[in-house]
T-cell receptor, first 118, second 112 residues
Framework: DTGVSQDPRHKITKRGQNVTFRCDPI?????LYWYRQTLGQGPEFLTY????????KSRLLSDRFSAERPKGSFSTLEIQRTEQGDSAMYLC????????????????FGPGTRLTVL | QQQVKQSPQSLIVQKGGISIINCAYE??????FPWYQQFPGKGPALLIA?????SEKKEGRFTISFNKSAKQFSLHIMDSQPGDSATYFC???????????FGAGTTVTVRA
């Protein structure tokens, strides 16, 4: 178990550019979540996948954001036409979700990708 | 709007002291309440979690107290150590989808 990894760890871009982040979840985890964290705040939910299906997107996720999880393994989060307000830490988490009584979903977070939009 | 309110924003405690962080929620559909610990430059790590069918859960020096009627829960860090200096987040989620709603965080500083 190597943990959740994210790449890159830091990204500096100019306003209007497109950026793409990658998340590699813990092997065999069926759920993958994306959160955004701004300075001094808790993470905010953006979207999540169960296997390859994207089950929910937050209203925070504007049309400029798109996420994929092909084949239910790694995931990418793309931001098009970046704006200064997109500057934040983008966190990925994965979990093994089980249903039924006593279901649990412990989410393991990666180190995050810090995006700075100039 | 923030679904989980956390206080205080920061606290300083002496080594060996007790740190207490409080959280309150409005949505009675929440049924899973984890606490996460985050160090600078790292992602949050699960510390301890509780479900509303119990009023207290203890793991080592960390204890969650849960008051369902008041819709409040708190984290107690006993015998605080300098290595506990970090930001702590409470969170809440629903059983069916588990996306987490986080509080704003509490920065704990333990003075040696």
């Amino acid at each position: 178990d190597t943990g959740v990894s994210q790449d890159p760890r830091h990204k500096i871009t100019k306003r209007g550019q497109n950026v793409t982040f990658r998340c590699d979840p813990i092997s065999e985890h069926n759920r993958l979540y994306w959160y955004r964290q701004t300075l001094g705040q808790g993470p905010e939910f953006l979207t999540y996948f169960q296997n390859e299906a994207q089950l929910e997107k937050s209203r925070l996720l504007s049309d400029r954001f798109s996420a994929e999880r092909p084949k239910g393994s790694f995931s990418t989060l793309e931001i098009q036409r970046t704006e200064q307000g997109d500057s934040a830490m983008y966190l990925c988490a994965s979990s093994t979700w089980t249903s039924g009584r006593g279901a649990t979903d412990t989410q393991y977070f990666g180190p995050g990708t810090r995006l700075t939009v100039l | 709007q923030q679904q989980v309110k956390q206080s205080p924003q920061s606290l300083i405690v002496q080594k060996g002291g007790i740190s207490i962080i409080n959280c309150a929620y409005e949505n009675t559909a929440f049924d899973y309440f984890p606490w996460y610990q985050q160090f600078p430059g790292k992602g949050p790590a699960l510390l301890i979690a509780i479900r509303p069918d119990v009023s207290e859960k203890k793991e080592g020096r960390f204890t969650i107290s849960f008051n369902k009627s008041a819709k409040q829960f708190s984290l107690h860090i006993m015998d605080s150590q300098p290595g506990d200096s970090a930001t702590y987040f409470c969170a809440a989620s629903y059983r069916n989808d588990y996306k987490l709603s986080f509080g704003a965080g509490t920065t704990v500083t333990v003075r040696a």
